[in-house]
């Protein structure tokens, strides 16, 4: 639901949510490897290249070979930024209508739980069961 939520207030922008989040982190993280931003989103490797294909496509990335040739460095291209930039508020917005709706102490609740979440998924737990 927050997908969708977030894909409808996206779409004057062009992007998905999906997409949105490859561009802000490749702004945030420019000339990072594709190894790296699947680790760092939790997206494997497969699923990361289909979802980076459109975005290709549109020449929104430069992609080149790292110091090792088989490390692939990805970057945004001018077209990328400025499709970043042009959907950053869109995603603003939904951040802020979603903590007006939501109230600021639930939206903390929210964020914090997130993070706790997304840091528990991110180490093998000792509460893990094994078959």
Known sequence: MVTQFY?????????RATQFTLLQALNT???ISQKQLSEL?????????RTLAPLRRKGWLHSEAGDDRRELRL???RAGKRAYDRALPFWQSAQKGLERALGKESWNQLMDVAVRTAGVTLKPSSTTTRS
């Open 29 to 31: 993280a420019p000339e």
């Open 7 to 15: 894909d409808a207030v996206l779409r004057p922008s062009g992007l």
């Open 75 to 77: 970057s945004l291209a």
């Open 41 to 49: 989103l939790e997206i494997d490797t497969t699923t990361l290249t």
